[in-house]
């Protein structure tokens, strides 16, 4: 099964720390989404890339930074954890190929920020 | 700005009912239309993709049709189960970005 895997499925950390959410797909897709969802104000976009090394910031991308060093692999990185990081991430993959372009998601990271 | 919504926003039926869940978008340029499902405390799970020059696409008990001049998608289940019961939402995407409904709680009950 094709699947896109995010590293931790819940994770505490204290408020300052360095804290790192890594994201894994098997499908060779060329997009990859890192999103935060939230009760009430649903899915945002944090930041997506499009290729290799390449990256765009998308609606909230302060207090965030990603890393695309291998096609398979996208990290998100929040530089000093802080309460209001408390979310869960999603991360998603896709490719460009016109016959199917599905959007498929991991299983979420549950981040706790105390 | 593309804005989508999803009207219920909570949903509960009797098991063996069929249901129509529905999906508004602002801006018909959209280049295609997705619907998910949700577990509490999961990902998000694909169901169905709709390419904007498509009208509807079918998966067992599930369909779902686009109709982008008048901006709405639906998405229909077809004699409901209690396994169905989870939040359904919608996206809309131009090149790359997905604009995201808030969803459809629904419950069946057995």
């Known amino acids: 099964d094709v699947k896109v895997t995010q590293s931790s499925r819940y994770l505490v950390k204290r408020t300052g720390e360095k804290v790192f959410l890594e994201c894994v797909q098997d499908?060779?897709?060329?997009?990859m989404f890192w999103y935060r969802q939230d009760p009430g104000l649903g899915l945002r976009l944090i930041y997506f890339?499009?290729?290799?090394?390449?990256?765009e910031k998308g609606d909230i991308p302060e207090g965030y930074s990603v890393s695309r060093e291998k096609k398979e692999r996208f990290s998100l990185i929040l530089e000093s954890a802080s309460t209001n990081q408390t979310s869960m991430y999603l991360c998603?993959?896709?490719?460009?190929?016109?016959?199917?372009?599905?959007?498929?998601f991991g299983s979420g990271t549950q981040l706790s920020v105390l | 700005k593309q804005e989508v919504t999803q009207i219920p926003a909570a949903l509960s039926v009797p098991e063996g009912e069929n249901l129509v869940l529905n999906c508004s978008f602002t801006?018909?340029?959209?280049?295609?239309l997705q619907w998910f499902r949700q577990d509490p405390g999961k990902g998000l799970t694909s169901l169905l993709l709709?390419?904007?020059?498509?009208r509807e696409q079918t998966s067992g008990r599930l369909n779902a049709s686009l109709d982008k001049s008048s901006g709405r998608s639906t998405l229909y289940i077809a004699a409901s189960q209690p396994g169905d019961s989870a939040t359904y939402l919608c996206?809309?995407?131009?090149?790359?970005?997905?604009?995201f409904g808030t969803g459809t709680r629904l419950k069946v009950l057995a």
């Open positions: 998603a993959s896709r490719n460009m190929d016109r016959t199917n372009e599905k959007l498929l």
């Open positions: 499908m060779d897709h060329e997009n």
């Open positions: 890339s499009y290729d290799v090394k390449m990256k």
């Open positions: 801006d018909s340029a959209i280049y295609n």
């Open positions: 709709i390419q904007s020059s498509q």
């Open positions: 996206a809309v995407t131009g090149t790359y970005k997905y604009i």
